[in-house]
């Protein structure tokens, strides 16, 4: 089996890499190439290259050729200001991805989206794959998820030889990641070592529920997808929900009831000031998006998750605070020392781009 995976080096990508079995030739392409004597890194093939480049499509397509399946991760989620622009990553680098794909003669290719492309959902029922993808308009990301699904639609309507298959998971975590989600989550005011302490309060509106996937479980799907050759979407989401409370609880432990309103201005006027990088758009996608039912994937792929919400979102919180990191760029260490955070707050704008 050979395989080719783009964003090999980001949190769904390496949980991927530890699932592949040893005998599969793998190439990973990655704008930033991890430490290639670290695990999962050593032993795969390595193309250096920003999918968002003109003329990148004649490159992956040689990476592509002779190739049993591409899984197309890369995405840019929440880019610093000095990182590619999300719609040059994101917008070019899908076109590139898809062009390179039907050049080579791909058989199979894997396209990670999101439960972000959904509409907003009701708010206690899960939703299947039929549900309307539409995508939440006050943020960026669920924007350009559901742009994406339109474009995988037309890809697929053009090239039906080529297996199309879509995963669209909730909010992927792991401890390896904690490196990444500091950086996108936190900001110079708020050292990782409060986290998980018993009396932090944390800041929740009421009708908050989370759902989220292990990145080893999505890996396992993903596994199953290429071995099976398997098609069309699939949701991925641990069963269990977590209410305002249960989340406080794991971050901190005492919920500051607040309305959502509140927190989504006190979010808008920190993240302008750069004293933290959640844009309040994410916050919305928090609100509105869509609980998902994973029964198809459970049916077709004989797919089960390993891990559940409040285990996955403890190991985060838990990784956070312990300054965990990964092996790849993505996944390095956060600068949350005395010195980073001051210089951080003396630059007063934003850390991240805009997710409006």
Not at 44 to 63: F, I, K, T
Not at 167 to 190: D, K
Not at 227 to 233: D, F, I, K, S, V
Not at 241 to 270: E, M, N, Q, Y
């Amino acid at each position: 089996m050979r395989i080719v995976i783009t964003g090999a080096s980001g949190n769904i990508g390496t949980a991927l890499l530890r699932e592949l079995e040893p005998s599969w030739e793998v190439t990973g392409i990655a704008r930033r190439i991890p430490d290639l004597v670290a695990e999962p890194y050593a032993g795969v093939s390595w193309l250096q290259s920003d999918l968002g480049e003109p003329g990148a499509a004649d490159e992956l397509a040689r990476a592509f050729d002779g190739a049993d399946a591409v899984v197309h991760l890369a995405w840019a989620i929440s880019p610093a200001w000095d990182e590619p622009a999300m719609w040059r990553t994101n917008e070019n680098g899908t076109r590139h991805v898809l062009d390179a794909a039907a050049k080579a003669g791909v058989g199979h290719l894997v396209c990670a989206s999101s439960v972000a492309a959904y509409g907003p959902g009701p708010r206690e029922e899960k939703v299947g794959e039929e549900f309307p993808r539409t995508g939440i308009p006050a943020s960026a990301y669920s924007r350009g998820k559901a742009e994406l699904e339109a474009v995988l639609d037309a890809f697929a309507e053009a090239h039906p030889a080529i297996g199309l298959a879509r995963i669209r998971p909730c909010a992927v975590v792991q401890q390896g990641a904690a490196g990444e989600f500091t950086r996108w989550l936190l900001g110079p005011v708020i050292p990782p070592g409060l986290l998980g302490r018993r009396l932090l309060p944390v800041p929740l509106w009421e009708g908050l529920r989370v759902q989220a996937v292990h990145a080893e479980d999505v890996a396992s799907a993903l596994r199953l997808i290429v071995e099976q050759r398997a098609t069309g979407p699939f949701n991925l989401a641990a069963p269990d929900v977590l209410d305002a409370k249960a989340l406080a609880g794991i971050i901190g432990g005492l919920r500051l009831p607040v309305r959502k309103s509140v927190t989504r201005f006190a979010a808008r006027v920190a993240w302008t000031a750069g004293l933290q990088p959640l844009h309040p758009g994410w916050l919305e996608l928090a609100d509105r998006a869509a609980l998902v039912d994973t029964t198809r994937a459970e049916m077709m792929l004989g797919w089960q998750p390993r891990h559940s919400t409040r285990e996955t979102v403890t190991e985060l919180i838990g990784a956070v605070r312990d300054k965990v990191a990964g092996a790849s760029p993505p996944l390095a260490r956060a600068s949350t020392g005395l010195k980073s955070r001051v210089r951080a707050l003396g630059r007063l704008r934003p850390t991240r781009q805009s997710q409006a």
